[in-house]
């Protein structure tokens, strides 16, 4: 079955620091991989996802990600933290499933930006 | 394009109330999904339309649970009796088949925050 481990339920970096959020997937099949954010009081949003091809995918808001199937990881990146980034985060990997997309979502990790 | 909408955003009810949600998706996606979303989790998947047809249900879905899409256009998700475990954020998304597979991109709506006292 598919399920994804975010490390750190936290992460707390000054404004203009690199952000990493860790993001560890389980898949018996090649897998789709996802990372939303959501913002309090919002629905989410995709930041970015990987399907097939180029290994580092970009995102909105200068993010990107790294699929590498070694590691079973899809960590994101940002290279500056903006105060704006402030929001939580969450990972998915899916699977097609008769035909629709499922998504399997990680706990998610809260990004803290600090001036 | 004004995205997908959710109401109530807010919902305070008593445990045995039945409450109704509803979901507009962006205007001529066929596919839509129900999400759940509980207090320092991730969301879960609940169920899946394509059109007016309920083709997925999650086990979490329980009998008291039921979801239409009567027109292939908004949903409604139907708790009964409810239970105070019921409590959570209850998400809709939805996705055009022009980019059905991995392509698909789902767009989240802002959510039904449920509390049962």
């Known amino acids: 079955a598919q399920s994804v481990t975010q490390l750190g339920s936290h992460v707390s970096v000054s404004e203009g620091a690199l952000v990493l959020l860790r993001c560890n997937y389980s898949?018996?099949?090649?897998?789709?991989l996802f990372w939303y954010v959501q913002y309090p009081n919002q629905g989410l949003q995709l930041l970015l996802k990987y399907t097939t091809g180029a290994t580092l995918v970009k995102g909105i808001n200068g993010f990107e990600a790294e699929f590498k199937k070694s590691e079973t990881s899809f960590h994101l990146t940002k290279p500056s933290a903006h105060m704006s980034d402030a929001a939580e985060y969450f990972c998915a990997v899916s699977f097609m499933n008769t035909g629709f997309q499922k998504l399997v979502f990680g706990t998610g990790t809260r990004l803290l930006v600090s001036p | 394009d004004t995205g997908v909408s959710q109401d109530p955003r807010h919902k305070i009810t008593k445990r045995g109330q039945n409450v109704t949600f509803r979901c507009d998706p962006i205007s001529e996606h066929n596919r839509l999904y129900w999400y759940r979303q509980t207090l320092g989790q991730g969301p879960e998947f609940l169920t899946y339309?394509?059109?007016?047809?309920?083709?997925?249900k999650s086990r979490l879905l329980s009998d008291r649970f039921s979801a239409e899409r009567p027109k292939g256009s908004f949903s409604t998700l139907e708790i009964q009796r409810t239970e105070q475990g019921d409590s959570a954020m209850y998400l809709c998304?939805?996705?055009?088949?022009?980019?059905?597979?991995?392509?698909?991109?789902?767009?989240f709506g802002p959510g039904t925050r449920l509390l049962v006292l």
């Open positions: 998304a939805s996705s055009s088949r022009v980019l059905a597979g991995p392509k698909e991109t789902q767009y």
């Open positions: 898949s018996s099949v090649p897998p789709y």
């Open positions: 339309f394509q059109n007016e047809a309920q083709l997925e």
